[in-house]
């Protein structure tokens, strides 16, 4: 299978501009997920520090096919934030992804989370979100984002502080609530190890969840949560970074014309969100941390809304 995208690698290097030869050489990542199996192929031209082209290879057409034309979408409108794709097609039994390599390393909290730098990143959101934003929201919306988060929410464990939660969110988030919010296609999993850095350039990666949820400030507080490391305990968060969160949610409001959000709805819906996205996609122990995660709020709800609100 390798030896068959070599070749299709070959034959189309020069349509989708990237370097032409035979001197290619191929790092291979298995991501496996118990709903599907992703392996990854990073292709490396003639020596080259960092790869000019990835293919995502799967059994099944749909997440590579939802990914594709995700990726076309957010490339036309931030071609500097978002790979370029080249193709998406099937061979020899599997579906193939075919995109633009990228330059950098992975963003690391405690090298990367300067105030500028996270400045920067809060812009290229909103640069994404600004361009996104959809004039009417898809069907359901009440549905996706409020009843079928919470329902797996109380499902999934036993915490009585959980299901008193939802009943109560489910109370708060009423139809007319969810129509009032602005519809604003979300990446899905906008956290530091999708975020590669070179030389000040940020690159975004992975856009097979983009815009299944479009509930505002859910890719903000994704981000902010992977920046203080998913610890379930804020006591053990970094100081220097927990202390920028409430100057970054507000550059992020005002920058697009938001009203600050009341964390104590929009942090615990998120959560739940971020809980689904990862339970219906089969990644069991994350949703298990997002479900420790969820607890945790609902135990320190005050220090949680402190560390997000204080100026």
Known sequence: MIEYCRKVLIQNAGQWNIPTGAEWRVLVSNNYQPNYGTLALFWFHNGAEFPQAVTKVFRSPEIPAREFESLKKVHAVAPSLVPRPFHVGEGREFWMLWMEGVEGQQFRAKRDASAARLGSVIEALMSIHRTAKAATPAPERLRRLVLDPLAALEQFGQAESVRTACARL?????????????????????????????????????????????????????????????????????????????????????????????????????LANSFHL????????????????????LEHAERWQEMFCRR
Request: proline share 6%; charged share 20%.
């Open 170 to 270: 489910r109370a708060q988030c009423s139809n007319d609530w969810v129509t009032s919010l602005p519809v604003i296609p979300q990446h899905g999993d906008f956290f530091i190890n999708n975020l590669f850095l070179h030389r000040e350039q940020l690159r975004v990666l992975d856009w097979e969840s983009y815009g299944i949820v479009d509930l505002p400030f859910y890719d903000l507080f994704t981000f902010l949560i992977s920046l203080l490391g998913w610890e379930a305990v804020p006591g053990k968060w970094d100081a220097k970074v927990a202390g920028q969160l409430p100057g970054l949610i507000e550059q992020y409001s005002s920058g697009l014309g938001l009203a600050r959000p009341d964390v104590s709805v929009f942090l615990p819906l998120c």
């Open 278 to 297: 990862h339970w219906i996609d089969g990644r069991r122990d994350f949703s298990t941390r997002m479900y420790q995660l969820v607890c945790d709020y």
